[in-house]
């Protein structure tokens, strides 16, 4: 396995991953720290005013020219929901120093730049600068009412809203424009030094990271695996050092982060009356979204709903795709996405709003005909090849790699890509069967005219 | 087989044009587990009159012929469909028209021969039934309607709008609900045999392929075909200027959305000098208006403009444009700006620092572009497709001086060819 992990604190990993498969090294961190209504917009807010400046680079402009020098090394950071938590993630990509015009050290470079817009911020009269807060305030709030600008993820984000009221999930990952006014570049700095404190930290750092080249020219002599693994070994050490060894790493105290471990087997939603939410705004085309929940308490329910989906909506050839667009001309769009963390499904079309009554009734015989069993074993074939074949595109991006041992990071279970196709192709038509007579519909949400 | 190395990337090409005069090129990724495959024709959404080159008649087509094809290539005479097929064994395929090509593809990790079977069929055997050109058209105008309701689409369409008068730039790629009610299986036909002759099209594959097997592989699975001369494409007149310089609409939108381009009227018919020129106007662009640039600071910190905007060159050889978009409260502020920073460069040049700094930011975002198969596959195809070859943004980099920047400033960055589009909100 490429993957390897060390703990340097507790409460904080470096996740390494070795690969040999791109131009570039890509180094993430991510914080994490449950979902509340309480936090959730001044966590959103925190690395938009992190990436304003740092103690040392004290302004957006600046640290944009230190990239730029970089090879236009790039920068991102932003906030997002998994599961019941909120984690707010920073990003450096950089090209590896193989395909660089002229000799260059980056790596070290890129770290010491990323820790020190995460943990090193501008702070005047024991706040954060004045200016930056107030201006990404403004963005902020106009991210927030922005949402209605793309139909299509505001009527997702509206039907999760409607689904998880009064729950973690339903919270907007950009929290509230209400909350905003309240935040101060004091408060807010205060806010900031509890969560370094108490969040999950994980840094991962995954590229071809041989920086010692001695080592690699001895690994090419090399005929055992002993001697390789051993060389292997201290390569990974050496990043990890540039790590460790940082000022602003090596003063974090330990600590037992506080977050939501997202479990194998999930909680019971009681079921209940289906909802059914209308909204009208300008639009020429209506925008359908159906959540579904599960009340099933199989053992291996997730990869069980993985493949359900898949035959529901997961492509081309899936039930929804043939019968709303293929058959019935209902829709361009016509797909599900299963979000594993809630384990809810999300039905998404786009349809004529005259055809509300047609596209909603064809969409529930579908999930009728799932509960029956009206699905064939070459259907469950290509449901699993589809997954499978998404499985082993994974290490194929850098950071949905990433997103991937992250995500087993967060879980209470830990499966390596191989043992997770193992486990998709485990499944059988029983299973989903099984699991099909507990689905039932949570939420309709329809955005029309 | 031609081979092309590339020593800063360290990749190779491989291009070879068949007998029936069909391109095809390969870039081995042996490292990568992902394989992909793409297969255009150079027809896209502006070839919308033209001379078939066997009968010599000339034909005149409904807007959205090209993507309404691409469309309907998926369905089989057995009534399978071959997206269904080819997502059965577990491929990502797909298809798309933008306005030079259209494009069939697939990627995977397995299957690949299979798969490569099933696209070269479908793409090879067209079948086209009024029933089902029919059924197509509810489809298609839930998409036109889709986009109808995307404010960045209709600005892009204003802009374009804007710069041109009679190009067929300014047709949308999908045509209009209109439009298409028009299409009948012998338009389809007629196009299907003009465009999707071998001698038309090129294939790319990316991903760990011995070239030379890959190569027969392919060759078995072409099905011979009449040779056929030059497809007569005919476009309107180049134009002089400008169409108007501005046009805005109302949408529901948050925050009002911008465009501003320069229409390119320089003659770009050099190819290897068009590598050149796209390379110093990305450059130029990060100066005018990029992360780091003077104007993108004061217009942040304003909060007029909240990220840095989108910046692009788009061209072919009937067209050619700077777009640069994004988000204001206050899109005439952001023009201002923009062209401050195009005066103060003409009047004073670019400054060394600032230039070569950027300039390596250029070079890391042509070699970032070599992460993903895909990614890969698609710039060889769409660059191929306007007679370039993608290895040059590289070799060609080091051509591009401050002086030969400075002289593309001052031919393309014109206020005359400057247009405006924007989206505002409207009042809720």
């Known amino acids: 396995m490429n993957y390897n992990k060390k703990e340097i604190k507790q409460g904080i990993n470096i996740h390494n991953i070795k690969t040999n498969k791109f131009k570039t090294n890509l180094y993430a961190v991510f914080l994490a720290v449950p979902l509340n209504r309480e936090n959730v917009t001044k966590n959103a807010l925190l690395p938009a005013v992190l990436r304003r400046g740092t103690s040392n680079i004290n302004s957006q402009d600046l640290i944009s020219k230190k990239l730029e020098e970089m090879y236009g090394a790039s920068f991102d950071c932003g906030v997002e929901k998994t599961g019941d938590n909120q984690i707010i993630k920073f990003y450096l990509e950089t090209i590896n120093e193989a395909f660089l015009p002229e000799k260059e050290e980056l790596d070290k470079k890129c770290l010491e730049l990323l820790f020190d817009i995460i943990l090193n911020p501008l702070v005047e009269n024991n706040g954060f600068k004045p200016e930056y807060v107030e201006s990404e305030k403004k963005k902020l709030k106009q991210i927030i009412e922005g949402k209605i600008d793309n139909k299509r993820t505001y009527s997702f984000e509206r039907c999760i809203e409607e689904m998880f009221k009064n729950e973690p999930y339903g919270l907007y990952k950009y929290g509230y424009v209400e909350d905003l006014e309240k935040i101060t570049p004091q408060n807010l700095y205060e806010h900031y030094k509890e969560f370094i404190k108490k969040c999950k930290i994980d840094i991962f750092v995954s590229g071809n990271l041989d920086d010692n080249i001695e080592l690699n020219e001895q690994k090419q002599q090399s005929n055992d695996t002993e001697t390789e693994k051993s060389l292997n070994q201290m390569q990974a050490n050496s990043i990890c050092k540039i790590i460790e060894s940082n000022k602003h790493i090596q003063e974090l105290a330990p600590r037992k982060p506080e977050y939501i471990v997202n479990k194998e087997k999930s909680e019971i939603i009681p079921k209940r009356e289906e909802n059914t939410v209308e909204e009208k705004m300008q639009v020429g085309q209506g925008n359908l979204v159906i959540g579904l929940s599960s009340n099933s308490q199989m053992e291996n329910e997730k990869y069980v709903m993985s493949v359900y989906n898949a035959i529901l909506g997961g492509g081309a050839n899936s039930k929804l795709f043939q019968n709303v667009r293929e058959k019935n001309s209902l829709a361009y769009t016509a797909g599900s996405t299963f979000r594993r963390q809630k384990n809810t499904i999300f039905i998404r079309c786009g349809i004529e709003i005259g055809n509300y009554q047609k596209a909603l009734d064809t969409i529930k015989e579908q999930i009728e005909d799932m509960k029956n069993g009206n699905f064939t074993e070459e259907d469950m074939e290509n449901a699993k090849k589809l997954i499978v074949s998404s499985i082993k595109g994974i290490s194929s991006e850098q950071d949905t790699e990433i997103t991937y041992y992250y995500g087993q990071e967060l879980s209470d279970s830990f499966s390596t890509l191989d043992e997770y196709i193992e486990k998709i192709n485990n499944v059988n038509k029983q299973n989903v069967e099984e699991l099909a007579k507990e689905i039932w519909v949570n939420t309709v949400y329809f955005l029309r005219d | ?428």
């Not at chain 2, 959205?64 to 369905?75: D, I, N, P, R, T």
């Not at chain 2, 069929?121 to 995307?150: S, W």
């Not at chain 2, 067929?168 to 007629?190: Q, R, W």
């Open chain 2, 1 to 428: 087989m031609e081979i092309i190395e590339s020593l800063k990337l360290k990749e190779k090409e491989y291009i070879e044009k068949l007998e029936n005069g069909m391109t095809v090129i390969i870039i081995p990724k042996p490292e990568l587990d992902k394989k992909y495959v793409i297969w255009g024709t150079h027809f896209g959404s502006i070839d919308n009159r033209f001379i078939m080159p066997n009968s010599g008649e000339e034909v005149f087509i409904p807007d959205g012929v090209a993507h309404f094809l691409e469309h309907k290539m998926f369905e089989q005479p057995n009534g399978t469909n071959s997206l269904d097929t080819m997502m059965a064994l577990g491929l990502d395929a797909n298809a798309y028209t933008t306005n030079d090509h259209t494009a069939y593809l697939f990627e995977c990790t397995d299957h690949f021969y299979e798969g490569l079977d099933e696209l070269m069929d479908y793409v090879q055997h067209p079948y086209f039934t009024d029933e089902n050109v029919e059924k197509e058209k509810g489809i298609i105008a839930q998409e036109i309607k889709m986009y109808d309701d995307e404010p960045g689409w209709r600005l892009y369409m204003n802009a374009m709008d804007c710069m041109y008068k009679e190009n067929p730039i300014k047709i949308d790629i999908a045509g209009s609900v209109d439009s298409i009610s028009k299409i009948i299986p012998d338009v389809l036909y007629k196009c299907y045999n003009t465009f999707y002759n071998p001698s038309n099209m090129i294939m790319v594959v990316c991903g760990n392929f011995k070239p030379e097997e890959i190569l027969e592989e392919i060759k078995r699975r072409i099905i011979p075909h009449q040779k056929q001369g030059e497809i007569k494409r005919i476009y309107p007149d180049k134009e002089k200027g400008i169409n108007k310089p501005y046009m805005e609409m109302e949408m529901e939108v948050s925050l009002p959305l911008f465009v501003i381009g320069f229409k390119d009227l320089e003659n770009n018919s050099n190819k290897e000098e068009l590598v050149k020129k796209h390379i110093a106007i990305e450059i130029l662009l990060n100066m005018i208006i990029g992360k780091s640039s003077e104007e993108y600071k004061e217009l942040y910190e304003k909060g007029i403009l909240l990220s840095e905007p989108d910046m692009d060159y788009e061209f072919s050889d009937e067209y050619a444009h700077i777009v640069i978009s994004g988000q204001s409260n206050n899109p005439e502020k952001v023009k201002e700006k923009i062209e401050e920073a195009i005066n103060k460069f003409k009047e004073k040049g670019l400054e060394d620092e600032h230039f070569n700094r950027i300039r390596k930011k250029v070079y890391g975002d042509y070699v970032v572009e070599y992460n993903s198969v895909g990614d890969i596959a698609r710039m060889f195809l769409s660059d191929k497709m306007k007679g370039i070859n993608s290895f040059d943004y590289i070799e060609k980099y080091n051509d591009v001086t401050k002086e030969y920047a400075e002289t593309i400033l001052k031919n393309v960055f014109k206020k005359e060819n400057m247009v405006m589009s924007v989206v505002k909100s409207k009042k809720m």
